[in-house]
Antibody
């Protein structure tokens, strides 16, 4: 069974940093592009970042470019989103999602709250 | 970036109704279009990928069509469990973009 389990969310002050992790199981992790998608409270879905199977290619939404980085460890089946210089409008549930032509598996999400 | 315009933003419907949601891309995306269903507090669930292919396990009352810039999600006969929010998403190129969502509500 495919499982994606996010962790690392929490309350952080504006300008602070946070690291989100996604632990994958039930599939050959190294064969799939991985993504982070977020959803602000009461709002729609916003794709945040993606990383290729080998980690050689990374992609970011303009809203997070220069502040967020993404990495993966194919030996540990994990993908990590490092978030720096967080702003109030980064407050959202962050989902880890598998796929390159649409996301066919999603984690349950982890809540990030940016507030003083 | 490719903009995805989804309509309507909400629809009131009754069990048994036929519901149609449309999604328009700002440029051609071939059939790189996925439809999701999301219920409150839950992660999105794939219904349709490649514009018209039904995800395994999804009831056949859901169907998708279109290519290029115009796409449609149809729920043939609305069931109680279908009241939810639906999103389209283009996977033609990064950044992925989503439609604004269509909330299907009880009439």
């Amino acid at each position: 069974e495919v499982q994606l389990l996010e962790s690392g969310g929490g309350l952080v002050q504006p300008g602070g940093s946070l690291r989100l992790s996604c632990a994958a199981s039930g599939f050959t992790f190294s064969s799939y592009t991985m993504n982070w998608v977020r959803q602000a409270p009461g709002k729609g879905l916003e794709w945040v970042s993606a990383i290729s199977t080998t980690g050689d290619s990374t992609y970011f939404a303009d809203s997070v470019k220069g502040r967020f980085t993404i990495s993966r460890d194919n030996s540990q089946n994990t993908v990590t989103l490092n978030m720096d210089n967080l702003r109030a409008d980064d407050t959202a549930v962050y989902f880890c999602a598998r796929g390159s032509s649409g996301a066919n598996y999603w984690g349950q999400g982890t809540l990030v709250t940016v507030s003083s | 970036d490719i903009q995805m315009t989804q309509s309507p933003s909400s629809v009131s419907a009754s069990v048994g109704d036929r519901v149609t949601v449309t999604c328009r891309a700002s440029q051609g995306i071939s059939t790189w279009l996925t439809w999701y269903q999301q219920k409150p507090g839950k992660a999105p669930k794939v219904l349709i990928y490649a514009a018209s292919i039904l995800e395994s396990g999804v009831p056949s009352r859901f169907s998708g069509s279109g290519s290029g810039t115009d796409f449609t999600l149809t729920i043939a006969t609305l069931q109680p469990e279908d009241f939810a929010t639906y999103y389209c998403q283009q996977a033609h190129s990064f950044p992925w973009t989503f439609g604004q969502g269509t909330r299907v509500e009880v009439k």
